[in-house]
Structures are given as C-alpha cells and as structure tokens.
C-alpha cells in the first residue's frame, strides 16, 4: 500500500488529506507519510532545477 500511496502522491492524484486518512486507516504509518511527503519535496526541487 505504502508504494501505491506514494506513487499516487507523486504524480499529484493525492493530497496531504488522503496521506493522514490512509493513516488514520492503519494502511501506512505516519513514518511513512513524513517519508512520502520528503519525497515530493525533493521531487519539486529537481524539477526547479
């Protein structure tokens, strides 16, 4: 699920508001929420540069 998630993130289909439900559903821990969020931050940077 972890992956799915984070690849739905990346490519803009999910927000921060699915991220804490997937949470509050025990499908991903808030670990791995803090990782996908860095992920798309670092994901952003790239793109600027």
């Given at each position: 699920m972890y992956n799915r998630l984070k690849k739905l993130y990346l490519a803009g289909r999910l927000n921060d508001t699915g991220l804490?439900?997937?949470v509050a559903k025990g499908w991903i821990t808030e670990e791995q929420k803090a990782e996908i969020i860095e992920?798309?931050?670092k994901?952003?940077?790239q793109k600027e540069e």
């Amino acid at each position: 699920m972890y992956n799915r998630l984070k690849k739905l993130y990346l490519a803009g289909r999910l927000n921060d508001t699915g991220l804490e439900n997937a949470v509050a559903k025990g499908w991903i821990t808030e670990e791995q929420k803090a990782e996908i969020i860095e992920a798309k931050k670092k994901q952003e940077a790239q793109k600027e540069e």
